[in-house]
């Protein structure tokens, strides 16, 4: 996964200055919001201190979680394995993979610096979404981020992130079962609960 890092800029840091793009529908108006009061997070000079990371990032995690369906994400890259899988390791697997990408991603979140999003527009099929934007760098190329939603009931969630077509998703899915294949699930769950995967994927 060596092309993840750049990845959860997508997810998490746009948007400062947007640009006004296409005409865009609810998902598009459920997603901007949530993602500017994670910039107003990262911008708060009484949280950029060092003593206050805890805090900072406890509040960046609240907002993630009203956006993102964690359990739809995890169910997702783990693939076939989910089936057959407890309850109970259900729940855990989602919470590993939830503290996964915190883990990996956190301090690329927190370099957030005025970056800008277009936002391109959104399309919607029945209870799913994609919502188009474009990511424009520091260096001044322009990079293709779509988000993949789904509706629960008057919400719309988060479940994939793509940068230039590539899945945040099918990214995990091959590494989870390439694991699972040489190892066993088991083996999957214990290197998450050790931490051992977030420098696998950085």
């Known amino acids: ?34 993602v500017e ?20 990032r406890g509040t960046i995690r609240a907002v993630s979680d009203g956006i993102f369906d964690w359990r739809e994400m995890a169910k997702r890259s783990l693939g076939p394995h989910w089936r057959g899988r407890t309850e109970a390791e259900r729940e855990e697997f989602v919470r590993l993979f939830r503290d996964l990408l915190e883990r990996s991603y956190i301090s690329i979140i927190e370099r957030y610096s005025g970056e800008q999003i277009t936002y391109a527009g959104d399309s919607v099929d029945g209870g799913q979404a994609i919502v188009r934007t474009k990511f424009l760098t520091k260096q001044g190329k322009e990079v293709s981020i779509d988000y993949r939603m789904m509706r629960q009931g008057d919400r719309w969630l988060i479940y994939d992130v793509l940068v230039e077509t590539v899945g945040l998703v099918g990214n995990y899915r091959a590494q989870f079962n390439q694991i699972i294949r040489a190892f066993s699930f088991e083996e999957l769950v214990k290197r998450m609960r050790g931490r051992e995967l977030a420098n696998e994927a950085s």
Request: hydrophobic content about 45%; proline content about 13%.
């Open 1 to 34: 996964m060596n092309t993840s890092r750049p990845w959860f800029i997508g997810i998490a840091l746009p948007v400062l200055f947007t640009v006004p793009g296409a005409w865009a529908g609810p998902p598009t108006d459920q997603l901007k919001p949530a």
């Open 37 to 56: 009061r994670v910039i107003r997070i990262l911008q708060d000079p009484a949280l950029k201190r060092e003593v206050k990371t805890a805090e900072r």
